[in-house]
Structures are given as C-alpha cells and as structure tokens.
C-alpha cells in the first residue's frame, strides 16, 4: 500500500483501496479520480464506508491495501466546526498556517465568507451558519488542490443550508480545487456537483454526471430510485438552484 504526494491535476486519484476495521472490510478495491476544479458529490447509506473514504483522502486514517495520490494538504470541513473557543476567529483561520502574515489572510479568507467585520471576534458569538462559514475560511485560507466536505451543513436549518450551498459553490468557482462532498441529501448533491457518485458496500456502484441534456429533477429520481426510496416516500425538489440563494 502507498500514499504519494502530488502538486498537480489530478487533485486525488485513488487506485484499489482498501480499508479494513478489524475483521470487517469497509472499502473494498475502490478507485476514484477528481479532476482539479471538479466537484464530486458521494451518496449513500448510512455505514457504506462515505466518511472512512473521506479520513484515507485526507491522511486522517491508514489505508489497508491499494494507493493515494493526492495533495499535499488536502482542507477538510467537517459537520462540526470544531472551531477552538478560546482563539479568536481570525486566529482560528490562521490555525496552522505560517505566522508571518496570518492577519492578513485570514482577514481575506474571512471577507470572502462575508465575515469580513469579525476578525476578533470569538466563536462563542456565532451561529451555526456562521461558525461553518469560519470553517469553510480556514480550509480555503489553505488554498488547497482536494477541498473534502462531511456533511457539512447538515445540522443547520433549511434555509441557512441553502445559503451556504450557494457560498460553496460561488467559493469553489473561484478557488477551483478538486472537492468531494459526503453527503446524505440527494437535493444537494443534485445543486452543487458535476459529478454524483453512489458508494454501496465500500466501493462505487453508481454514476452521474450532470450535464445540462438531463434535467435536475430526472436525476434526482434516478438517484433515489438507486437509493431504494419508493416514489411515494420521495419529497418534491427544491423550487430554485442554492446558488440563487442570497448569501
């Protein structure tokens, strides 16, 4: 088994992997490629191996079997912000990064996710929504090539989550990096990615990608037709694209 570093497209590419949790395989021979500026969403049950994909890609976990080329430094956001109490935000941004002009990017990172104002400010003061913005500045202050989402936004509200949908797509078409989204909402994966993948017992079983000859609403229901979910069980898509939302 190999892990590789890279500095070019692609952001990741992975060959044949294999994670094992003791005498269970949760990844079995998977192989994924994403293209530097392509988002990719990744849909599936609940302990299908989404998140154990997720920690190889970013170097939080070992991998059993099989190889990964990916960046450097891949970003990772995680449903919790896991944002330090006792640092201020622009600090908390700045985690990590060289000391020498830290303010100052974390201050850029911070405009861009409309928190601009708040650079000493603490995370205690903050929304759910806005601590997740914090998150996302300090993986992109990063300026990574693999940009790695679990779930996300999944603990905010309705319409919170499509606002920060929409700054996620908006930050990713100027940022360009290779993204993988964990994901449980089929709506969202529908909105944000080019590409939707479906991870069924630790490898790929299904995917799409979205092209503008097949309209959002036929994928969705091909996507949750590969989900199991019978029609009747299935809620009417979102009236508008996230990235319409005001942010």
């Not at 920060?164 to 940022?175: F, I, P, T």
């Amino acid at each position: 088994m190999t892990l590789s570093i890279v500095s070019s497209a692609p952001a990741v590419e992975v060959r044949g992997l294999v994670r094992r949790y003791g005498d269970r395989t949760v990844i079995r021979g998977l192989d994924l490629v994403i293209a530097r500026g392509e988002f990719v969403a990744l849909l599936g049950e609940s302990g299908c191996g989404k998140t154990t994909l997720l920690r190889a890609l970013s170097g939080l976990d070992p991998i059993d079997g099989g190889s990964i080329k990916a960046p450097r430094k891949p970003a990772v956001v995680f449903q919790e912000h896991r944002l330090l109490p006792w640092d201020s935000l622009w600090r908390n941004v700045s985690l990590g990064q060289p000391p020498q002009g830290a303010r100052e990017r974390a201050a850029l990172a911070l405009a861009e996710v409309g928190l601009g104002d708040r650079l000493d400010d603490w995370p205690r003061n903050l929304s759910g929504g806005q601590s997740q913005r914090v998150a996302l500045a300090r993986a992109l202050v990063q300026e990574p090539e693999l940009l790695l989402l679990d779930e996300p936004f999944a603990a905010l509200d309705a319409l919170t989550r499509l606002r920060m949908q929409a700054l996620v797509k908006e930050l990713v078409a100027r940022h360009r990096p290779g993204v993988l989204l964990v994901t449980h909402d089929v709506d969202e994966a529908v909105a944000l990615a080019d590409r939707v993948l479906l991870m069924r017992h630790g490898a790929i079983a299904f995917e799409r990608r979205m092209t503008g000859s097949v309209s959002p609403q036929v994928v969705r229901d091909e996507l949750l037709e590969q989900l199991g979910v019978t029609p009747s069980a299935r809620r009417p898509a979102p009236a508008s694209d996230p990235s319409q939302s005001v942010v």
